[in-house]
């Protein structure tokens, strides 16, 4: 026998009945989208790896460590598996000139690809929802998407505050990021004994990011690192307290972290994240920010954009982390079919139930046939279905079918044409 074939490390298969849930979940998502005026987008799974260079910084975690990359062999173009999807949003939409009759609200659901240790809920194949506006540069927008946040947690069932709490930050322009950055750069020099060996090869690069160390022996000398909100100019300042006035007029309550400043180099202004304390330590599970410059820098016309992305395995283990029931998706009925001869008219009549809307499990045969009926009767408690229909010899002889409630005891077995069969399907069908 040959050696089973298995999936490559990190990255999972997702089979029923978990799949079920993530359709419920993306559903979800979709009908918030739609509601909100989104039209979802989707970009290729392999793109030019200059894209993310550009787009996310040479010295970022993601494109010096963390992206699979290969030279396509063909034509020896360099190219990678999207570590995110903002920046194959920015480049679909700047291809396309999308922007030419104005701004877009754009949403995408699909797979990403990072190359780091698997652990529970972070994976090398890891799956996003995003949601970007791209064209819009007022504060309005900015609080339109964290609202939408917070509109899907209720509508899954989780509690802002208590499941989740939102953190916001502003990272200013690029000019008031530059002085932060000299002052940032002179305070960790001065305490050069203090860092790290991963702190000490950023401290000129990327100094921004020593900030986001996890790093405990490193806590102190961050905490007292200048504070990039001492920088901000006046219009920094005014979106950044329009868009705090918006959350507070919302009833939704945030905190202040100046500390926070994502993993990508691209953010300006505002940047937020939805963390819970239920996950451990890795504890983000939604988090994004305005990105005014990304555009212009991928090589669009200049325009203003912000979005969000939140990891759909994090997310759907929070539910779980919190008790949160997710649907059980069962038949409406399950047709049992006693006889081969039976067969033709069960699957036509089952056919027209289905078109009419109800869902229905077949009984198949196995390498044995049918089956007993008292076999198919289990199969179809098993099932979950509401209903058994069951085509005898006797009833299908007189064009009929059986109607049996499985979850209503006092509920009388009945009869019913199956020529008239769309007529009743209503009936059948699941609240």
């Known amino acids: 026998m040959s050696e089973t074939i298995q999936a490559v490390k990190g990255m999972n298969d997702i089979l029923p009945p978990e799949s079920v849930t993530w359709d419920w979940f993306e559903g979800k998502v979709r009908s918030l989208m739609t509601r909100h005026g989104y039209a979802g987008v989707r970009t290729p799974i392999v793109e030019p790896t200059a894209l993310f260079v550009r787009g996310l910084?040479?010295?970022?975690?993601?494109?010096?460590?963390?992206?699979?990359?290969?030279?396509?062999?063909?034509?020896?173009?360099?190219?990678?598996?999207?570590?995110?999807?903002?920046?194959?949003?920015?480049?679909?939409?700047?291809?396309h000139s999308l922007l030419r009759d104005g701004g877009k609200r754009l949403y995408y659901i699909g797979p990403m690809f990072r190359h780091e240790r698997p652990q529970?809920?972070?994976?090398?194949?890891?799956?996003?929802?995003?949601?970007?506006?791209?064209?819009?540069?007022?504060p309005d927008v900015d609080v339109e998407l964290i609202l939408m946040c917070r509109m899907l947690w209720r509508e899954l069932g989780l509690v802002e505050g208590r499941d989740l709490r939102l953190e916001l930050n502003s990272l200013?322009?690029?000019?008031?990021?530059?002085?932060?950055?000299?002052?940032?750069?002179?305070?960790?020099?001065?305490?050069?004994?203090?860092?790290?060996?991963?702190?000490?090869?950023?401290?000129?690069?990327?100094?921004?990011?020593?900030?986001d160390t996890k790093n405990p022996a490193m806590q102190a000398v961050v905490e007292a690192a200048p504070q990039l909100m001492s920088f901000l100019g006046t219009e920094s300042l005014a979106h950044f307290n329009a868009v705090r006035a918006a959350l507070d007029a919302a009833g939704l309550a945030y905190r202040i972290n100046p500390r926070l400043v994502r993993g990508m180099d691209y953010y300006n202004l505002t940047v937020f994240e939805w963390v819970t304390e239920r996950l451990g330590s890795q504890g983000t599970v939604c988090g994004g920010g305005r990105y005014d410059t990304l555009i212009?820098?991928?090589?669009?016309?200049?325009?203003?954009?912000?979005?969000?992305?939140?990891?759909?395995?994090?997310?759907?283990?929070?539910?779980?982390?919190?008790?949160?029931?997710?649907?059980?998706?069962?038949?409406d009925a399950y047709a049992i079919v006693p006889t081969a001869a039976s067969m033709p008219l069960a699957l036509r009549t089952v056919?027209?139930?289905?078109?009419?809307?109800?869902?229905?499990?077949?009984?198949?045969?196995?390498?044995?046939?049918?089956?007993?009926?008292?076999?198919?009767?289990?199969?179809?408690?098993?099932?979950?279905?509401?209903?058994?229909?069951?085509?005898?010899?006797d009833e299908v002889a007189r064009g009929e079918v059986a109607v049996k409630p499985l979850r209503d005891a006092d509920a009388a077995q009945r009869c019913l044409s199956m020529a008239q069969a769309a007529d009743w399907a209503a009936e059948l069908r699941t609240a």
């Open 351 to 393: 056919d027209a139930l289905r078109a009419a809307g109800v869902s229905v499990l077949m009984h198949a045969a196995g390498r044995d046939g049918l089956g007993s009926m008292k076999s198919q009767f289990k199969r179809a408690d098993a099932s979950g279905a509401r209903y058994a229909l069951i085509f005898g010899d």
């Open 172 to 211: 200013g322009q690029p000019d008031e990021r530059r002085a932060h950055r000299e002052a940032l750069i002179a305070h960790f020099e001065a305490h050069a004994e203090l860092l790290d060996e991963d702190a000490k090869r950023r401290l000129h690069s990327n100094p921004l990011r020593i900030l």
């Open 57 to 95: 910084g040479e010295v970022t975690d993601i494109v010096e460590k963390e992206m699979y990359s290969f030279v396509d062999s063909m034509n020896g173009d360099r190219l990678s598996l999207r570590p995110e999807n903002t920046a194959g949003v920015v480049r679909a939409i700047t291809e």
């Open 120 to 138: 529970k809920g972070r994976y090398r194949q890891f799956h996003q929802v995003g949601a970007e506006a791209l064209g819009y540069a007022g």
């Open 296 to 331: 212009e820098q991928l090589g669009g016309k200049p325009a203003p954009a912000v979005g969000w992305g939140l990891g759909i395995e994090r997310l759907l283990l929070l539910l779980q982390e919190a008790g949160i029931a997710t649907p059980v998706v069962a038949p």
